[in-house]
């Protein structure tokens, strides 16, 4: 079955940087294209990036053009969120999201990333 696990969240202070991770199985990872979305306290949960299923295209939520890039490793079925220049508005939870042929949207557990001084 598919299963979506992140990991690399955690504290930062602001200006900061960190790199999220998320090993995909169960599925044919290299034949799709992958999704960051993120939930803050008391928000809907919204898009941060998306990304080709060769890595040769990406687009990116407004608020992180610039700070956040994107990146997979198929070998490793493996999708990355580097994020620089962390602002406390990034708080919240990271998942990632595959979307199956037949539009079935499928999410990992999330990651916490928190960011103040």
């Known amino acids: 079955q598919v299963q979506l ?5 955690g504290l930062v202070q602001p200006g900061g940087s960190l790199t999220l991770s998320c090993a995909a199985s ?3 990872f290299s034949n799709y294209g992958m999704r960051w979305y ?3 306290p008391g928000k809907e949960r919204e898009f941060v990036a998306f990304i080709t299923s060769n890595g040769g ?3 990116y939520a407004d608020s992180v053009k610039g700070r956040f890039t994107i990146s997979r490793d198929n ?3 493996t999708v990355y969120l ?4 962390l602002k406390p508005e990034d708080t919240a939870k990271y998942y990632c ?3 199956s042929i037949r539009d079935y949207d499928y999410w990992g557990q999330g990651t ?3 960011v103040s001084s």
């Open 5 to 9: 696990v992140e990991s690399g969240g």
């Open 26 to 28: 169960g599925f044919t």
């Open 38 to 40: 993120r939930q803050g």
């Open 57 to 59: 295209s990406t687009n």
């Open 75 to 77: 070998a490793k079925r």
């Open 82 to 85: 580097q994020m620089n220049r």
């Open 97 to 99: 999201k595959h979307r």
């Open 112 to 114: 916490q990333v928190t």
